[in-house]
Structures are given as C-alpha cells and as structure tokens.
C-alpha cells in the first residue's frame, strides 16, 4: 500500500536561512510524487511534482526537491526562506485508484520563519 | 485561471442535522475528490468521483455520501451530522495524473 512519512511535525528556520523538509514514501511502483503548500486558512497549492526523467526538479517559489530511489524519499529544499514561507508543507505520492488518479498525502510539516 | 469554489467556507450544524457541503470546479475535470483535514492527520480522502453519476469510497467512508450529478459539480453530504466530523473539508479536481486543485476549504463545526 501507498504510504508517505514527512517526520518532522514543526520547523522552525531564521529568514535567509536555508530549508529541507523530508519526505519517504513507500510505494510498489515508479511513483508520482508531490509537494504542497497551504497557507493558513487556504486550500493547497502545488509546488512541484516528480514523474520522470532528471531526479532534481524545480518548482514555483524558489524551491527545488531531490528523487532518491534508493532512499525512498523526495525532500523538498529552499536555499534562502522567506517570511512568506511560513506555512505547512505537504508531501504527496500518486496512485491510480479504480479509474482515477489520487493522490496519498503525509502528515504535513509546519514551517515557522523568525525574523 | 483554474478555480475550484466550495460554497461555504465556514458553517456551524447542531448534532443530527443534515449537512450539505457544494464543490463547484471550472476546468472541465474528470475526476473530483473531497479530503477531510485535521491537525496531525493530513488530509484524508472521504470519496472520490471520475465520472458524472460515478462514485467510489476513499478512506474514512462512513458518515458520508456524495452526489456528483454534472461533471463540474460534486457534493459531500453529511446525513447526520456528529461532532466527530468537526473538521476542515477540502474539495479537489484533477484532470489525470498528477495535480490536485484545491478549493479554499470548508471549516465545519458540529456542537
């Protein structure tokens, strides 16, 4: 069964600092895999998505995140955050589920940025 | 630009009542979904649609149904409402595989 770990529950990085949140996932196939924001009081937004090809893939904002196989995991990283960062952050993988295309989430990861 | 809307973002219910949450999506998506959010749980898939009139369980089925009668339009529907179904509702629709878009949610509380 699909399944997708983010360990880390709450973050808290200084501004300008830089930014990984892990992500591991166990899934039986070559997955799809998925970072999400949600800012407070709003639904989610994608940032970036995993299918194929080139395992460092970037996304909107400014963050990036890495495809290892053979650890399983998909992190997502920002060189330098931003006040506006504060959020939670989801990790995500795809799934074909009887004729549609779902999508696991983690538990989320709550980023605080302090000035 | 893409949007997904869901009609209420905020209602309060009393126990017993029926509850009607409406999703209404503009991009001409096959596929909808409805997550239930809560705080150290991430997002839970209640049921999900790929087709007008066509309907499957996701994970946490019990308590609810859903309608989904015209392509853009998908309803979750509370028969009874409890208060353990006090939580953040987020509707989404995909056109395949991949990207989910999301409605700002519905924050329902069930005294």
């Known amino acids: 069964a699909q399944s997708v770990t983010q360990p880390d529950i709450h973050i808290t990085v200084s501004e300008g600092a830089s930014l990984e949140l892990r992500c591991n996932y166990s899934?039986?196939?070559?997955?799809?895999l998925f970072w999400y924001v949600q800012s407070p009081g709003q639904g989610l937004q994608l940032l970036l998505k995993y299918f194929s090809g080139d395992t460092l893939v970037q996304g909107i904002k400014g963050f990036e995140a890495e495809f290892k196989r053979s650890q399983s995991s998909f992190n997502l990283r920002k060189p330098s955050v931003h006040w506006s960062d504060a959020a939670e952050y989801f990790c995500?993988?795809?799934?074909?589920?009887?004729?549609?295309?779902?999508?696991?989430f983690g538990t989320g990861t709550r980023l605080t940025v302090i000035p | 630009d893409v949007k997904v809307t869901q009609s209420s973002r905020y209602l309060v219910k009393r126990t017993g009542e029926k509850v009607f949450l409406e999703c209404v999506q503009d991009m001409d998506h096959e596929n909808m979904f409805w997550y239930r959010q809560d705080p150290g749980l991430g997002l839970r898939l209640i049921y999900f649609?790929?087709?007008?009139?066509?309907?499957e369980k996701g994970d946490i089925p019990e308590g609810y149904s859903v309608s989904r009668e015209k392509k853009e339009r998908f309803s979750l529907i509370l028969e009874s409402a409890s208060t353990n179904q006090t939580s953040m509702y987020l509707c989404?629709?995909?056109?395949?595989?991949?990207?989910?878009?999301f409605g700002e949610g519905s924050r329902l509380t069930v005294l």
């Open positions: 649609s790929y087709d007008v009139k066509m309907k």
């Open positions: 899934y039986g196939a070559t997955p799809y």
């Open positions: 989404a629709s995909s056109l395949g595989v991949g990207e989910l878009f």
């Open positions: 995500a993988v795809g799934a074909r589920l009887s004729g549609a295309n779902n999508l696991f």
